[in-house]
């Protein structure tokens, strides 16, 4: 299910997408992908309760496109053939009074804001008026493509027996958040299958994908939302995560999907403080405390390959080798690391949230690790593997019981920052950044999942 969270009155009025205490810098992840896609020309009469407009058209269009992917893809997966929706499309208005209701709902406003697959009636509804207009002026049209495209996972998911009886049966391998993610993760397998030429009426192109991700960092569950949650759907790194693995590997990974083997990184807020700051440190604060753990831990790598360390000096102010890797910068000649702590750090820190500042600054400190290894830092993978090794510190921090750990919206909060912005994956001359920002989520997690080997040190 995809329901826009908040009110989606207040959403239309600002067109600011939020979640809790953390929110999208203006601008940003939309930087690339948000324009129209080609190739959306299906009649939509087949949709009950149509308007013909040209949003239903797009919607109908993805479902039309999406199906046949299942037509094609079903039988190798599955060994069975696949089967249309039996209970159809519905598009309603939910500013209509007198909207008939949907399949699983009562009446038409229980529609509002949402879009979903009713299991009792194999149908796909969704709200056309609140929901798929919002997303596609903030994300694009491929943002609307995918909402339905995770719906239809839901209807494939119901075709294999992976039904509420079976969660009712085996809660512990299909909890929620797993459908969840299995269900972004068909829509990866979908739309890579999509931007390689394949489907009959849609044309998206590579620089979608970031517009991709944007939509599903905003369905992400509320910052503190625990994993164990019967409503829980994952927190924007786990959705991200899910969909590029389809993206990446398939859908017959994403059909393998349980509790067991896979890892999911949302959890519960683990403090009263914390929950009342909304998990966020102020930029001073963040500073004081991320700065020796960075050290300590760098250290230990460059220590453990046999090469010597001295932690970079940290200073504040405009970099001396100046701005070109962005608000703070490894300065390789004079081992500092130079943090320009107004300006643009500030609104991200602000308006993202803490953890932009420490993906920042995790990534420089991967670049001072590699210089101390004697790795090149301004040439060719340099800004690949700082940023790479930024997600294996952030791993390990992850994992931690005690001492300096990540608030529940941390992750978020990466993902966010490396979709909007290439600061953390600029090389020390300010070159050779790894684009768009889906690949650079995907270096990110490379290194959080698979530790500093998956990084080359």
């Known amino acids: 299910m995809m329901r826009l969270p908040g009110m989606v009155a207040l959403l239309l009025a600002l067109a600011v997408l939020c979640g809790a205490c953390t929110s999208v810098v203006a601008g940003s992840p939309t930087a690339a992908g948000t324009g129209p896609i080609?190739?959306?020309?299906?009649?939509?009469s087949f949709v009950r309760g149509t308007d013909g407009s040209a949003v239903d058209r797009l919607a109908a269009?993805?479902?039309v496109d999406v199906q046949e992917f299942w037509r094609q893809s079903f039988p190798s997966m599955f060994g069975r053939?696949?089967?249309d929706l039996t209970g159809g499309a519905y598009s309603v208005d939910t500013t209509d009074q007198d909207a008939k209701p949907v399949p699983c709902v009562t009446k038409a406003a229980d529609v509002a804001g949402n879009a979903f697959y009713c299991p009792a009636s194999d149908a796909i509804a969704w709200d056309r008026s609140a929901l798929l207009p919002v997303l596609q002026n903030k994300f694009g049209d491929t943002a609307v493509v995918i909402v339905l495209a995770h719906e239809l996972g839901h209807a494939v998911q119901h075709r294999t027996g992976l039904t509420h009886d079976s969660q009712r049966e085996q809660p512990e391998s299909y909890p929620t958040i797993v459908i969840e993610a299995m269900a972004d993760c068909y829509a990866g397998a979908f739309l890579r299958w999509t931007i390689d030429g394949h489907a009959p009426h849609l044309r998206i192109g590579h620089e979608s994908l970031d517009s991709a991700l944007g939509a599903l960092v905003t369905f992400r569950d509320p910052i503190g939302t625990a994993r164990s949650d019967q409503a829980a759907h994952?927190?924007?790194?786990?959705?991200?995560s899910a969909f590029q693995d389809g993206y990446q590997q398939g859908g017959k990974l994403c059909s393998q999907m349980t509790a067991q083997n896979r890892q999911f990184t949302q959890h519960g807020f683990t403090s009263r403080d914390d929950q009342a700051s909304g998990g966020n440190l102020t930029l001073d604060t963040m500073l004081e405390l991320i700065t020796p753990d960075l050290a300590g831990?760098?250290?230990g790598l460059v220590t453990a390959a046999g090469k010597p360390w001295t932690a970079p000096k940290v200073t504040r102010g405009a970099p001396s080798c100046g701005d070109k890797q962005g608000p703070i910068a490894f300065c390789s000649a004079g081992t500092e690391i130079d943090v320009q702590t107004d300006g643009t750090l500030s609104t991200l820190h602000n308006q993202i949230g803490d953890y932009a500042t420490g993906t920042l600054m995790a990534s420089r400190y991967g670049l001072a690790a590699m210089a101390a290894l004697g790795r090149p830092t301004d040439q060719g993978t340099s800004g690949h593997d700082g940023l790479c090794l930024a997600g294996a510190y952030t791993g390990t921090v992850l994992s931690r019981s005690?001492?300096?750990g990540l608030s529940p919206g941390d992750l978020d909060e990466a993902v966010q920052v490396l979709l909007g912005y290439d600061y953390a994956a600029r090389d020390t001359a300010g070159h050779n950044a790894v684009n768009p920002g889906f690949e650079r989520v995907a270096v990110f997690r490379l290194g959080v999942l698979g530790g500093a080997k998956s990084c080359g040190v």
Request: proline share 4%.
């Open 81 to 83: 053939q696949w089967t």
């Open 402 to 404: 005690q001492g300096f």
């Open 297 to 299: 831990y760098f250290g």
């Open 61 to 63: 269009t993805a479902v």
């Open 38 to 44: 080609a190739g959306n020309d299906v009649d939509p």
């Open 234 to 240: 994952g927190n924007a790194f786990d959705r991200v």
